[in-house]
């Protein structure tokens, strides 16, 4: 099947994700790629597909979907009978990617207490920028479930899908 075109404001969103996702330490081509899954029609991409809306090379379609699956950002599926790779970013992959958030700041908490530990003969000064450092991340480690929790009710409910172009 033959890919549609991206409009000019899809293809400036595209970018713009893009751009905000190497702000963040990843690639611009990962977020080019997850901006235009968040968008496109038909919602399930092969890398070819990919390549032809991106204006990309397969190399880079499957490095950066390899990226993207290992961030829980994406689905990477296969169909009976077809050699090729499909790849999305429906709702349920969010669930996964939001339950992650409380075990990357667990990992980051652990990481500085043991840091916090190998420093322990240091004077409180000296401890002060990673003593901070892991209080945020044990502060946000306990509150994230709470709020995840509290989307996904909402969400459930019904309030967290409201069209906002209003």
């Known amino acids: 099947m033959l890919a549609r075109m991206m409009t ?10 893009g751009q905000a996702l190497a702000a963040y330490g990843m690639t611009p081509m990962a977020g080019r790629m997850w901006g235009w899954l968040l968008i496109c029609d038909p919602v399930e991409q092969t890398a070819g597909d990919l390549a032809d809306a991106l204006q990309a090379s397969r190399g880079a379609i499957s490095g950066t979907a390899r990226m993207l699956a290992t961030a829980g950002m994406i689905r990477r599926t296969k169909r009976g009978g ?19 958030a409380g075990r990357i700041y667990r990992h980051f908490r652990e990481v500085t207490e043991r840091g916090l530990a190998a420093m322990a003969d240091r004077p409180p000064a000296d401890r002060a920028r990673l003593q901070e450092l892991h209080d945020v991340f044990a502060f946000v480690e306990q509150e ?4 995840v929790d509290r989307f996904l009710r909402e969400r459930a409910g019904g309030a967290g899908r409201k069209d906002r172009s209003a």
Not at 8 to 17: I, L
Not at 144 to 147: D, N, T
């Open 8 to 17: 000019v404001r899809e293809s400036a969103f595209v970018e713009e994700m």
């Open 82 to 100: 077809d050699r090729r790779e499909y790849f999305s970013a429906p709702p349920e992959v969010f669930d996964q990617f939001l339950a992650n």
């Open 144 to 147: 994230v479930p709470a709020v």
